[in-house]
C-alpha cells in the first residue's frame, strides 16, 4: 500500500444531498481493494482565482489515503465520467504525511528576529545632498555632491 494524497474539488452549483452522494461514492473508490481513508478534510466552499469549467466556487475535499495504484487509476477514470468533479490532484508521499511534517517543522523554528537585532547597512554612510541647480548648462552632465564642489573651490 502507497500513502496518497487526494485534493478534490466539486462543483459549486451542486446541492447538498448529490454532494454527500458523491463524497460517499468516492471515499468507497478509495477503500475498494483494501484501501483505507487515514484521514479527511473538508474545507468547504472556496472561490477560484480563476474559472474552472466555467464555474467560480468550489468545494475542497482533502483525502489522505493508502491504496494501490490500481484504486487511483480508477478515481481518475472516475474524475473524467463525472461533471461533478472539477479539478482532482494525487500525491504521492514516500515517509510521512504532510500534517505530521508540518508539525515537526513548527518546533523546529528559531526565534523570530526584529528588525532592531540587524545593524543597518548605512549606518555609516556620509550624508550628502545633491544639488541640481547649480549644475552646468549640459543636460547630459550627471549631478554632483555638493560636498566635492566645495571642496574643489577651496583649493
Do not use: C
Given at each position: 500500500?502507497?500513502r496518497y494524497e487526494?485534493?478534490?474539488?466539486?462543483?459549486?452549483?451542486?446541492?447538498?444531498?448529490r454532494?454527500k452522494?458523491?463524497?460517499?461514492?468516492?471515499?468507497?473508490?478509495?477503500?475498494?481493494?483494501?484501501?483505507n481513508?487515514?484521514?479527511?478534510?473538508?474545507?468547504?466552499?472556496?472561490?477560484f482565482?480563476?474559472?474552472?469549467?466555467?464555474?467560480?466556487?468550489?468545494f475542497?475535499?482533502?483525502?489522505?489515503?493508502?491504496?494501490?495504484?490500481?484504486?487511483?487509476?480508477?478515481?481518475?477514470?472516475?474524475?473524467?465520467?463525472?461533471?461533478d468533479?472539477?479539478?482532482i490532484?494525487?500525491i504521492?508521499?514516500?515517509d510521512?504525511?504532510?500534517?505530521?511534517?508540518?508539525?515537526?517543522v513548527?518546533?523546529?523554528l528559531?526565534?523570530?528576529?526584529?528588525?532592531?537585532?540587524?545593524?543597518?547597512k548605512?549606518?555609516?554612510?556620509?550624508?550628502?545632498?545633491?544639488?541640481?541647480?547649480?549644475?552646468?548648462?549640459?543636460?547630459n552632465?550627471?549631478?554632483?555632491?555638493?560636498?566635492?564642489?566645495?571642496?574643489?573651490?577651496?583649493?
Amino acid at each position: 500500500m502507497r500513502r496518497y494524497e487526494i485534493m478534490v474539488i466539486f462543483s459549486g452549483k451542486t446541492n447538498e444531498a448529490r454532494l454527500k452522494e458523491l463524497t460517499t461514492t468516492f471515499e468507497k473508490k478509495i477503500t475498494d481493494n483494501d484501501g483505507n481513508i487515514v484521514k479527511k478534510e473538508e474545507l468547504g466552499l472556496k472561490s477560484f482565482a480563476y474559472e474552472i469549467k466555467k464555474e467560480d466556487k468550489g468545494f475542497y475535499n482533502v483525502y489522505y489515503a493508502e491504496t494501490n495504484s490500481e484504486n487511483i487509476e480508477e478515481i481518475n477514470r472516475y474524475y473524467r465520467i463525472t461533471s461533478d468533479i472539477l479539478r482532482i490532484m494525487v500525491i504521492k508521499h514516500e515517509d510521512k504525511w504532510p500534517y505530521e511534517m508540518n508539525l515537526e517543522v513548527k518546533n523546529k523554528l528559531p526565534i523570530k528576529h526584529t528588525r532592531k537585532n540587524y545593524k543597518r547597512k548605512f549606518d555609516n554612510r556620509e550624508n550628502t545632498k545633491v544639488d541640481h541647480s547649480k549644475e552646468g548648462d549640459s543636460k547630459n552632465e550627471a549631478p554632483k555632491a555638493v560636498a566635492q564642489k566645495e571642496n574643489n573651490s577651496g583649493k
